[in-house]
């Protein structure tokens, strides 16, 4: 195991749920990410938080919100989500945001929103 | 534009054989480049990371190469295992003038492996 862990590992909802994505790193990094995987794409930035502060926001829309309670965890909030959301979401974690040090990522959460 | 682009898509082998995947790239000014091993169900792991002055980095079975003149890298997998079916993920990282990191990820490589 990469020390990195998602939960739920699979989730459905409909637009109108309210859910949210948890992450948790044992590994003691003070980075963390938000990737968006999809079929036919490359994986896709989604937010990075540094030492608990939300230091990248790649123009994702409101209807995810990160939340960053303290280094080790990391959720993602979601709301009023499109089908085209269906992906899977990976949580990563690094020591510093240095392009050079190793993310561990862990296994993902598969949304599909119905 | 800052591209990734992987070769082939997809590949079916043998159990024992050999294969080559390719990765080019037009990231500028480059940084370095990462290989990742996706196994399915599983986030991305890493198997090796170059920089501009790497022209070879080897681990275990998995052998990387850069040409930074050519702006292309590839991973040669040896006596490949069933194990080994995965998908196989080019990243070139990047440094903008303000010293802001990029990462540009490539599609990948499905690669299968079978007895």
């Not at chain 1, 938080?49 to 993602?76: A, D, G, K």
């Not at chain 2, 990243?91 to 490539?106: E, F, H, M, T």
């Amino acid at each position: 195991e990469t020390g990195v862990t998602q939960t739920p590992r699979h989730l459905v909802m409909g637009m109108t749920n309210k859910k949210s994505l948890k992450c948790e790193q044992h590994l003691g990094h003070n980075a963390m990410y938000w990737y968006k995987q999809s079929a036919k794409k490359p994986l896709e930035l989604m937010f990075v938080y540094s030492l608990e502060e939300r230091v990248e926001n790649n123009s994702v829309p409101s209807r995810f919100s990160p939340e960053c309670p303290n280094s080790s965890h990391l959720f993602l909030h979601l709301h009023t989500l499109q089908p085209e959301d269906s992906a899977l979401y990976l949580c990563a974690s690094s020591q510093e945001t240095s392009s050079y040090n190793e993310q561990f990522f862990g296994p993902g959460t598969r949304l599909t929103v119905l | 534009k800052n591209q990734v682009e992987q070769s082939p898509q997809s590949l079916i082998i043998l159990e024992g054989k050999n294969c080559t995947l390719q990765c080019n790239y037009t990231v500028s000014p480059f940084s370095n480049l990462r290989w990742y091993k996706q196994d399915t169900g599983r986030g991305p792991v890493s198997l090796t990371i170059m920089t501009f002055s790497e022209n070879t980095k080897s681990n275990g079975r998995y052998t990387a190469t850069l040409d930074a003149d050519t702006k292309q890298s590839s991973l040669h997998i040896t006596a490949s295992q069933l194990s080994d079916s995965a998908s196989y993920i080019c990243v070139v990282s990047s440094i903008n003038a303000g010293n802001n990191r990029k990462l540009i990820w490539g599609l990948g490589t499905s690669l299968a492996v079978n007895p």
